[in-house]
Structure formats: C-alpha cells, structure tokens
C-alpha cells in the first residue's frame, strides 16, 4: 500500500519583528537564547548578499521563517531561495534544516541573475541532486564529478531550476523537480531557465560540488529549534550521535532513491520511528506524519533498516 510522506506547510505566521541597527559588513554575536517558550526565541538575521541586521521571532517552519524575513527585510518571501546557517555562503554543508541552534545566525539567500543553459542529454543520468527550502524552491545541491552536468560549466551549485522545456516548476517541490528531470529522454536537448543566488560579500567559487555531505552537521549548539511541518515549533536536545547518523544515512538513502537531499524529511521519519517496533508499525506512522506522495515498500524497509542499524551501532 502506497505510504504518503510528506505534508504541505502551512501558513501561521501572525507576529512580526523590527530590524536592529548594526553594521552590515559582518554579524554581530548571535543572541542568547532565552529560558521562554519557543514562540519567543530571537534570531539574528541577514540577507547575505549584505544587509543590516534583523532579528525574527515567532515562527514554527520555514514558510513562516521566510516570511518574517521578508517583513524585516522588505521583500517578497518568494525571493528567498534557501538561508544558511552561520555563514554568508551559499555553503550547502550549512543549510538551514529541521533544526536551527539557538545561538545560531541565519543567512538567507535571495534570488540574483537568471540564466539559461541547453543541454543534450547523453546519459541517463544528470548527476544533479537537488533540494528545496521546503516552500517550493528547487535548487542544486549537489554536482557530481565527471558527469553531464558537471560539464555544463554554466549550472552551479545553489542554481534555482525556475523552468524545465519552458514548463515552470517554481512552486514544485524537490522530488517533482528530480523526476521531470530524469524522465527527460535520452539524446534529446532540453532547456533549463535558473536564477543563482545574489552574491556581493565576495566570488563564489563558480564550480562547487556542494562540499561533503555526509559529513555535515545538524547544529553545533546543545539545543536546538525544531521546525515542523504539523503543529508549533520546539525547543529540543540537539540529536544524539544514533540520531545523527541515522538521519545522515537516511538523507543518503532519499538521495540514492530519488535524487534529492532533505535532512528535514529525513529527521522526521527518524522521529517517527523512534519508539516503533517493527516496519509495520513505522509505516503506519509515517502515514499519519508524512503526506503528499508515496514512497515503495522497499525504500520504506530500507530507512527502517538504517534506523535499526544506527541503534545497534552498526553505521559508521
């Protein structure tokens, strides 16, 4: 039976948040987390492009995040392509995720110059693996060595993909962006249209793979705010070292299955099967928690495997 795995977001956004005055150059340090529900933490926030500094509060995923960015900032919520945390980069090692340190600072990465590129499809394989913000913005995460893509020198990492063969896909959300673009035929051209991320703080280096993923961390604070696409954010214990692997295995195995990245849907069917038994029961939960499309019965024993694996210390 088909499992739904993945639920819209929602907008609840009600409060809003003044900009702070600070120097535009470099971030200040971030702002304490005070002892107060999750409503009223405070962040420190910059366009990284370059912009003064704001601080948002009173938001529960990145829907509503972006949206209180937009209101600091004075700027449509759709021109947020992803944020970063801790750094003005478009560093896909510091994506901001499920969870965001309490002390952490957050970039957000506004869309810049549009470009268009045609490309022959040679192999069947692209050798793009691609991510979204969680509000329908697809972007590439990651270039593989060697592959087509990676001889197409105009498709960067951090790229929005805004158009497949005229068709827009801008509302799409990763998964949907993955598969129009492996159903794409072979020994055919095709046409992307992508908008990279603004840049002014410095050059990025225009060939980025995207770093090394597996190796990426959830937060370095000991407590974190977890976003979620169901009910209000929380504050939580930064995930265990089990916990860490076992999300970081299954972002490879979503990676591996349907070309995407997203560590939020991975540490969210971690929590699901926290305290399950067995595949059966962990497939019923991901039924209640996960929406919008269904994933096969052998991906869903595999993730079930990986969380089995890290609990006995199996996964390196």
């Excluded at 050059?203 to 770093?211: A, F, H, V, Y």
């Amino acid at each position: 039976m088909p499992l739904g795995l993945w639920s819209k977001k929602k907008d609840r956004s009600k409060e809003t948040f003044k900009l702070v005055e600070s120097e535009a150059a470099a971030p200040g340090p971030a702002a304490p987390a005070p002892a107060a529900s999750a409503s009223r933490l405070q962040f420190h926030t910059q366009l990284a492009h370059g912009s003064p500094t704001g601080r948002v509060e009173g938001f529960g995923s990145a829907r509503e995040l972006y949206e209180k960015i937009g209101e600091a900032f004075r700027i449509d919520p759709a021109e947020i392509m992803f944020c970063t945390l801790n750094t003005h980069k478009a560093d896909m090692d510091k994506l901001l995720g499920a969870q965001i340190g309490l002390e952490d600072f957050i970039f957000a990465h506004i869309k810049g110059q549009r470009k268009e590129v045609e490309i022959l499809k040679t192999d069947d394989v692209l050798g793009l693996t691609i991510t979204d913000n969680g509000t329908g913005c697809a972007f590439i995460k990651r270039i593989k060595e060697g592959s087509l893509m990676d001889q197409t020198k105009m498709i960067c990492v951090g790229d929005h993909i805004e158009t497949i063969n005229g068709k827009n896909v801008s509302d799409r959300r990763h998964y949907e962006v993955a598969k129009m673009l492996k159903d794409l035929e072979k020994g055919q051209m095709f046409k992307l249209e992508l908008i990279e991320p603004m840049k002014a703080f410095e050059k990025l280096e225009p060939r980025s793979k995207g770093g090394t993923l597996p190796e990426a961390k959830i937060s370095r604070g000991r407590e974190t705010l977890r976003l979620r696409t169901k009910g209000p954010a929380t504050v939580e214990e930064m995930p265990t070292e089990v916990e860490e692997k076992a999300i970081k295995k299954v972002d490879e195995l979503l990676e591996a299955y349907m070309g995407i990245r997203d560590i939020e849907l991975a540490a969210t069917m971690v929590e699901a099967g926290r305290d399950k038994k067995n595949p059966d029961e962990f497939a019923v939960a991901l039924d209640e928690t996960l929406g919008d499309f269904a994933f096969p019965d052998e991906f869903v024993f595999d993730v079930w495997g990986a969380i089995g694996d890290a609990k006995q210390g199996r996964l390196e």
